[in-house]
């Protein structure tokens, strides 16, 4: 009877062994999953290209990119969009989309969420995307909710610029402009100005106001963690207490505002049209 006990023991014993040789065995023939095909590397890349004819004065709004938006203008009342995506993978890169909506009178560019699940967008990296247009110059344009830097050629048209998260160069506004929650420098050249002037706010950076020839307009900036500074032989700016600047340009007339800036502002003589590229 012991025998038998102790043969079905060994027998019992050897059978285990094998099960675990043979499951060691098998996970360590297993492959890695193969590298994304899409580019060197697994990168993956998309491109979008699209062109549309715009009306005079149409809005353009451009919102919601993770990464630069470089926009040059011409005398054409066409636009052309190219939009280049990059990701770690194609599955990176299904967690957002750009979407292009257009008619004569509107462009809208904008990201959005894609079809990847709750923690895939939550913990996974992101794609990043380089917008670059050629638009009529007499547009209306917005930006909003850039990561990155926002380069714009000559606008004739107002000018709203919201939370961007890199430097903002305008070639030139006209009529009004609105700049609020940058984080980086700004440098706009301004035209004319409209009833609705130009508002700054909410500036982590140092701002360029370059004006034109001829334009008359009242500065006012509160909350200044900087200075206001004029190279301008005809504008004396005056100094409050509290970061409180003001400064009277020409004859006077629209308000150029600013508050909470962490930074300075120099006023400084815009360029003339002979001296700046169309749309360079």
Known sequence: ???????????????????????????????????????????????????VELSPGARVEVSGINGAVKIETSNSQTAEIYIERKGASREVMERRKVVVDSSSSSLRIHGEKGDAGFFARLFGSNPTEHITLKLPRKISLVTRGVNGSVSVGEVDGPVEV????????????????????INGNIAVSLKELAGDGVTISGVNGNIELRLSEGLNADIEAHGMNGRVVSDLPDVVVEKERHGTFYAHIGSGGNSISARGINGNIRLTRAMSASNTTDGG
């Open 1 to 51: 009877m012991k025998r038998v006990i102790v043969l079905v023991l060994l027998i019992g014993i050897a059978g285990v062994a094998g099960i675990v040789r043979s499951h060691s065995q098998s996970a360590g023939s297993q492959q890695l999953p193969a590298m994304s095909s899409d580019g060197s590397g697994g990168d993956a890349r998309e491109e979008i290209r699209k062109t």
């Open 162 to 181: 919201n939370g961007i998260n890199g430097k903002v160069d305008i070639g030139q506004a006209v009529g009004s402009a609105e700049f609020k929650g």
